[in-house]
C-alpha cells in the first residue's frame, strides 16, 4: 500500500511568489491534515479535511494561504503570497475513519515538503 | 501555548546502550504518540499509548505515560546505529483530532 505522498520535495520561491503544494493521502483515508516546522520551531498543526470539508483550520496563520480537497482525494496547500517566514517543512499526514465516523488516532505523514522562501 | 515539551533536547550513546527519552505536556489528552524521523525523511509513527493505559510495548519500543504528571517516556533497548533520528512526542487532545508536538529529541547511536 502506498504511503501519503507530497510533491514537490523542495521548493525555492522568491518572498512574493505563490507556491502551491501537493498532498496525496493513503488511498480510502478520509483525513487529512496539514502541519508546518518552520525554523527551529515544533511542528505545529495547520489544519484537517474531513473528505472535502474543512474540519478544523484553527492552526492556518493568515489568509496568504488556502488549502483545498475537491472531491475528498489530494489536497493543495497555496501560498499566495509567500514571505521569509514562511520557509519550513510543510508536512501531510492522513488517517482512516472509524466504523462511527470518528478519525482513527493514528496519523501517517508523508516525506513532507522544505520551502525556501528568499 | 507549546503542548509537550521533550527532554533531553539531544543524546548520545554507544550502540547497544538503553535510550530514554522524556515528554511532558500540558493539557488533558486522549492520547499520545511517539514518532521518528529520519535526516531529511518524513515521521514514522512508532508507537501510540491511550491516555487510559500505563505502560505498552513494541518490539525494543517501550512507553510509559503517567497522566497525573502529564509525562511520557519512551525507551529504546539495545540501540542501534540505526536508531540515529530525531524523535517526537505528539499529543492527541481530548477535544479535536489535531496533534501537538514536542520540540523533539535529537539521538545519536554511535556504532
Known amino acids: 500500500e502506498a504511503g501519503v505522498t507530497q510533491f514537490p520535495s523542495h521548493s525555492v520561491i522568491e518572498k512574493g511568489q505563490t507556491v502551491t503544494l501537493r498532498c496525496d493521502p493513503i488511498?480510502?483515508?478520509?483525513?487529512l491534515y496539514w502541519y508546518r516546522r518552520v525554523m527551529g520551531k515544533e511542528i505545529k498543526f495547520l489544519l484537517h479535511?474531513?473528505?472535502?470539508?474543512?474540519?478544523?483550520e484553527s492552526g492556518m496563520p493568515n489568509n496568504r494561504f488556502l488549502a483545498e480537497r475537491t472531491g475528498g482525494t489530494y489536497s493543495t496547500l497555496k501560498v499566495q503570497p509567500a514571505e521569509l517566514e514562511d520557509s519550513g517543512v510543510y508536512f501531510c499526514?492522513?488517517?482512516?475513519?472509524?466504523?462511527?465516523?470518528?478519525?482513527?488516532?493514528?496519523?501517517?505523514f508523508g516525506p513532507g515538503t522544505r520551502l525556501l522562501v528568499l | 501555548s507549546q503542548q509537550g515539551e521533550e527532554d533531553p533536547q539531544a543524546l548520545s550513546i554507544q550502540e547497544g546502550e538503553n535510550a530514554t527519552m522524556n515528554c511532558s505536556y500540558k493539557?488533558?489528552?486522549?492520547?499520545l504518540q511517539w514518532y521518528r524521523q529520519n535526516s531529511g525523511r518524513g515521521l514514522v509513527h512508532l508507537i501510540l499509548i491511550r491516555s487510559n493505559e500505563r505502560e505498552k510495548h513494541s518490539g525494543r519500543l517501550r512507553v510509559t505515560l503517567d497522566t497525573s504528571k502529564k509525562s511520557s517516556s519512551l525507551l529504546i533497548t539495545a540501540s542501534r546505529a540505526a536508531d540515529t533520528a530525531s524523535y517526537f512526542c505528539?499529543?492527541?487532545?481530548?477535544?479535536?483530532?489535531?496533534?501537538?508536538f514536542g520540540a523533539g529529541t535529537i539521538l545519536r547511536v554511535k556504532s
Open positions: 499526514a492522513s488517517s482512516q475513519a472509524t466504523i462511527a465516523g470518528y478519525p482513527q488516532e493514528t496519523q501517517y
Open positions: 488511498s480510502g483515508h478520509d483525513n
Open positions: 493539557t488533558s489528552i486522549n492520547n
Open positions: 505528539a499529543t492527541g487532545l481530548e477535544y479535536g483530532n489535531k496533534l501537538v
Open positions: 479535511f474531513v473528505k472535502e470539508s474543512k474540519q478544523d
